[in-house]
């Protein structure tokens, strides 16, 4: 049997990794095929939480509008509420998602996005929308079901469900986008860390209008404490806001060891009515699935020809809400060099950088992820809330708080300080944004090892250092103000300089590979009114920053230099594997 379809790049999977790496790379003019199992998208909400980064993403690819446009906003997010239930008892909030001010400061200054929560369910119509109007062929009903590879290219069989039979499609890289049960990384051969079915979670999607005990604490989530909700390893049932006030989903847990419940829609109402506390109000249930959650990660990311993203490569809870956040930044640092490596731009070395920069992204965020499920127990301890009790139990313990005693003077404090202590999982901005990649695709600038000011789990530190994102600075050109972030991106390389940089300007326009340049300075193309960029870009204004086409700073050089050419060219050649 000879191949019958040929492309460039085929996708495995039309999840939020396998869309964005579509989106990407037909952005960038890369042919591409997605084969995704199932006859549509993603018909209920997971993930959702989309933090800044994500939004920096979707921005230079163009789509963040559209995001906005459909997403609920992160003023509605922020006061995450620990309960007994919706009607019932509340026990304290954590301002959340930027909603603390002095987090939202921080927020405002770190980037030109938002972040917001946009679920699944509608971010990847949007992902799949756009990278089909640019060019990708997507076919549904399509399973993947092996591959081969040799030096050319990958040979993909493939079955198709709607005739039953099956046909290879040559490519000439494969990237398995194909969730948490990836078949593709599991041919690949990639090594992996971790546990798969730690936990046993059920997703209960359903309607009803909580305004009433909702609206007047706008939040992305609301855990309630209950009997029996420790179960599933979360610690606690969590009412989640799909649309805010009247479509909801819930996560609660279920013991693994015994297997999903039968989820009838008689079981999904009675979690719902003990989550929420009202018997009386109309409730719709849209949908029931059981899930587990699992603690894996690769350390490979790749194997010859095949690259792997997303949850195929990192596997943990919702805690931190990093899920598609991660999987479509993967992608986004794949994508680019994909397109350069196919153009020939880039030697096939380039490629070994995605493991070299995402896998350790990947096991912080599975690390995060269940650190932050362990950092909920204090919460339940300081309601004497762990050991197996009755439901009676655990309502005393709740209510001895209210009491006029010593006792319940120190429980209240033991409570405070558990809920306040959950801003490492409900702000933790320094995880959003504070990655720092370490390959052949940076040139260290030989300054020393960076130190953080503060803990880097919860505040963002900018830093123009090699392998950090560029600062974000509001800077303008003529009457329009934009981010250093949106002179970068676009798939080509950018130089930043400033005046008396024309040394570097030079060099660049002498590269044999397109970078664009941006002069910073009174009377330049860009102006720094506000004199932020000065202070952020942590060179002189005669020196370079060169910044990839992800938005990450590749190469620094402090001032201008005779060598400008030279220093150019051989950091060029590093970074693009010619080295
Ligand atoms: P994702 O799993 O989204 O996509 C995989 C894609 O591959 C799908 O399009 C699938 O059809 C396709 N595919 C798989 N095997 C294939 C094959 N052999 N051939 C062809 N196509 C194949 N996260 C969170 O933060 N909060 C939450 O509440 C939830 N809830 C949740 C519920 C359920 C039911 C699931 C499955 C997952 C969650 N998650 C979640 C996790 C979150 O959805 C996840 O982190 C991201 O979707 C990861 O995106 P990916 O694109 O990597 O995989």
């Known amino acids: 049997m000879s191949p019958v379809v040929e492309t460039d790049v085929l996708i495995v999977g039309s999840g939020p990794a396998g869309a964005s790496a579509a989106l990407a790379l037909s952005t960038y003019g890369v042919p591409n095929i997605v084969v995704t199992r199932y006859a549509s998208l993603a018909d209920t909400p997971r993930a959702h939480i989309t933090n800044q980064r994500t939004m920096e993403v979707l921005r230079d690819l163009g789509v963040e509008q559209d995001v906005i446009a459909q997403a609920t906003g992160q003023h509605l997010m922020g006061n995450t509420t620990f309960c007994t239930s919706l009607a019932g008892e509340e026990l304290g909030r954590v301002r959340s998602w930027g909603n603390d001010p002095l987090v939202q400061a921080a927020h405002e200054l770190a980037s030109p996005t938002r972040m917001c929560d946009m679920p699944q369910h509608l971010m990847e119509p949007v992902l799949v929308d756009a990278a089909v109007a640019r060019g990708t062929s997507l076919r549904f009903q399509t399973e993947y079901l092996s591959h081969t590879q040799d030096a050319d290219g990958v040979t993909v069989t493939v079955r198709d469900r709607l005739r039953g039979d099956t046909y290879e499609i040559r490519a000439k ?9 990836s078949k593709v990384a599991e041919d690949a051969g990639l090594p992996m860390g971790g546990q798969m079915g730690v936990a046993g979670s059920i997703n209960i999607v359903f309607e009803a209008d909580l305004a009433k005990y909702t609206a007047h604490r706008p939040s992305t989530l ?32 279920y013991d693994v060891t015994a297997g999903a419940p039968d989820l009838t829609t008689e079981y999904a109402e009675s979690v719902v009515r003990q989550l929420v506390g009202d018997d009386e109000i109309p409730v719709t249930i849209k949908s029931s699935s059981a899930w587990t959650v699992n603690e894996m990660y690769a350390e490979t990311y790749s194997n010859g020809r095949v690259f792997c993203a997303g949850d195929a490569t990192h596997r943990h809870p919702p805690s931190n809400g990093l899920g598609s956040n991660t999987s479509i930044q993967d992608s986004y640092n794949l994508a680019w060099k994909l397109k350069l490596v196919l153009d020939g731009t880039a030697a096939p070395k380039l490629l070994d950088s995605y493991t070299a920069e995402r896998a350790p992204v990947g096991k912080q965020v599975v690390t995060r992820a269940n650190q932050s499920i362990g950092e909920t127990a204090p919460i339940f301890e300081a309601l004497d809330g762990l050991s197996p009790q009755t439901p009676e139990q655990l309502w005393a313990n709740i209510a001895a708080r209210k009491d006029t005693t010593e006792a319940a003077e120190k429980q209240r404090a033991r409570l ?22 370490a390959s052949d695709a940076i040139v260290p600038d030989g300054t020393p090892a960076e130190t953080f000011a503060r803990d880097p789990e919860l505040h963002h ?38 005046i008396g940089g024309e040394g570097w300007v030079r060099a660049a326009a002498a590269q044999g590979t397109e970078i664009a340049t941006v002069v910073v300075g009174p009377g330049q193309e860009y102006e720094d009114p506000y004199g932020d960029w000065a202070r952020l870009s942590e060179i002189s204004d005669a020196g370079a920053l060169l910044v990839r086409p992800d938005g990450f700073v590749a190469f620094r050089h402090a001032t201008a230099t005779p060598d400008a050419g030279t220093l150019l060219t051989d950091a060029l050649r590093q970074i693009l594997g010619h080295a």
């Open 416 to 437: 405070r300080e558990a809920i306040a202590f959950k801003v490492y999982e409900f702000n933790a901005h320094g995880v959003d944004l504070n990655q720092r990649y």
């Open 173 to 181: 890289y494969l990237i398995g986008a194909d969730g948490g049960r």
């Open 461 to 498: 530190q900018p830093t123009s250092r090699p392998g950090a994102r560029i600062p974000h600075a509001w800077i303008t050109s003529g009457t329009r103000t934009l981010s250093t972030l949106d002179t970068v991106g676009k798939g080509r390389f950018t130089l930043l300089t400033g």
């Open 222 to 253: 609301y855990w309630v404490l209950a009997p029996g909700a420790t179960v599933g390893g979360i610690g606690a049932g969590l009412v989640r806001c799909v649309r805010p006030w009247d479509e909801w989903m819930i996560v609660w847990g």
